[in-house]
T-cell receptor, first 113, second 109 residues
Framework: KAGVTQTPRYLIKTRGQQVTLSCSPI?????VSWYQQTPGQGLQFLFE???????NKGNFPGRFSGRQFSNSRSEMNVSTLELGDSALYLC????????????FGSGTRLTVV | DQQVKQNSPSLSVQEGRISILNCDYT??????FLWYKKYPAEGPTFLIS?????DKNEDGRFTVFLNKSAKHLSLHIVPSQPGDSAVYFC????????FGTGTRLTIIP
């Protein structure tokens, strides 16, 4: 069974640009969540999508957005990049409800210069 | 509001000894807790969990203890091995998975 696939693995962008990250969940998983990991901040929840609808949202500015497609694949977009957006962005999928059964991808390392 | 807290950012333990990682939570609605292990440049992987109806769950070298009155849980690893060197996150689920800030465990050979 294929795991959660995130692309690209590494990305370097310039301040002010925008970026789109992609996540393909495990087959059959309808929920996709996004997390940001920075040193000292742990894993900060960005948002969760379930059946193409945003189900939960964390405390991030509107520059961070996402969407989910009918095949459950998800994309995350960050506009007007700031240096502080440099982080490891992790995607996790699960079947549906409950706090269990999260499987994480290896992440996309975004560096903003 | 940090609902799950790991107050020790790092911990060093000699190989073969016991590693104890601690986690405190504030949300009494959490009915299940999970520990994840993370290596650099990889996503977190599930390690062990505990339901709030239990106070202990054991899986091989890993044991998680839950003290509901103190809103505290701990992960014990015994004996510690070099491959255990990683960042450990505790998490509590409500509508989403809420993680602590992590503890970097280093096992000294």
């Amino acid at each position: 069974k294929a795991g959660v696939t995130q692309t690209p693995r590494y990305l370097i962008k310039t301040r002010g640009q925008q970026v789109t990250l992609s996540c393909s969940p495990i087959s059959g998983h309808r929920s996709v969540s996004w997390y940001q990991q920075t040193p000292g901040q742990g894993l900060q929840f960005l948002f969760e999508y379930f059946s193409e609808t945003q189900r939960n949202k964390g405390n991030f500015p509107g520059r961070f957005s996402g969407r989910q497609f009918s095949n459950s694949r998800s994309e995350m977009n960050v506009s007007t990049l700031e240096l502080g957006d440099s982080a490891l962005y992790l995607c996790a999928s699960r079947t549906g409800t409950g706090g269990y059964g999260y499987t994480f991808g290896s992440g996309t390392r975004l560096t903003v210069v | 509001d940090q609902q799950v807290k790991q107050n020790s950012p790092s911990l060093s333990v000699q190989e073969g000894r016991i590693s104890i990682l601690n986690c405190d939570y504030t949300n009494s609605m959490f009915d299940y807790f999970l520990w994840y292990k993370k290596y650099p440049a990889e996503g977190p992987t599930f390690l062990i969990s505990i339901s709030s109806i239990k106070d202990k769950n054991e899986d091989g070298r890993f044991t998680v203890f839950l003290n509901k009155s103190a809103k505290h849980l701990s992960l014990h690893i015994v004996p510690s091995q070099p491959g255990d060197s990683a960042v450990y996150f505790c998490a509590g689920p409500d509508e989403k998975l809420t993680f602590g800030t992590g503890t970097r465990l280093t096992i000294i050979p």
